[in-house]
């Protein structure tokens, strides 16, 4: 009812419900028992996620909206103005607002695999910029085979914020630029957001904040199976773990079991054992040097970085 109020939102809907199910299952099959990070995104979740965006401990949002802050005019004198800007995993799109003014887009395509937080968010904003264009799309962009349908014609800019990008392992990472190279449709580029390596305490602190919120966050993951995969987890049987693993580059999270017990998932029995644990997220951290030579073998080029005084975060523009 709300959208009817708003006239510069649309919303296309690409949700594929049916094959959560196998997807989740698949992994709690594995040796080592895994969730991909997009469950902890339930509507609960993206509202846990914001709060975590507003820690004293976790640096990223906050000093990399300092970076977009700081240099808005320079990231529009690099980008252009007049493109399509895509957003994929937009969530409450809060980073875009900091860039609007500047990069003065023609359009605005977030795209968020929580549909409802998803058309909340673009209602809000859509009623904040009256001369933006909001095409919201819901829809799982780990997952091939769809594409945006009603984009309007221009030179495209992917927007991807957050170090989202660090949530893939390197090699997948690569398959997700080549996605990207469909969403360009052969113009434009993409502004990106890199966590970047740093001592381990600050990283560790990031990922295990003293209001537990994180912890909910991850724990919350359980909640949202729950719904998708007709699962009966008990999160009290589940504590948070999260770790920087040095050797591999990497923040992992973890769900930890704490007595040996069975899950019903998807009408089959998942056992957990005492101290076995579900992987439900990496977050890999890179340098300005490692991240260039990784975008470099799908064929991009960094025209641009921008880096806040401590060296902590990193925003890049790129081009094929
Ligand atoms: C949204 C993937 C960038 O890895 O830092 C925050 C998610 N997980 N706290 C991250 C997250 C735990 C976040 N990203």
Redesign the pocket.
Known sequence: PAIMEIDNVNFENHQPVYNDKKEILEGFLRPQKMLN?KFFYDHHGSVL?EK?TQLPE?Y?TRIERKILKDNAQSIADHCGTETIIMEPGSGSSEKVRILLDSLRPRAYVPMDIAGDFLLESAIKLGGQFPWLDIHAVCADFSQPGWIPEKIPEGKRLVFYP???F??MQPEDALDFLEKLKIFLNGSGGVLIGI?LHKPEALLNAA?NDREGI?AQ?NLNALNNINQLAEADFDLANFEHHAFYNSNEQR?E?HLVSQRDHSVSIDGETITFGKNESIHT?S?YKYTVDSFSTLVASAGFRVVNSWVDEEVLFSVHYLEL
């Open positions: 990070p996620f975590i976790y990223p957050g170090s989202t660090g949530n966590d990922y994180t966050f923040i999270m997220e977050s």
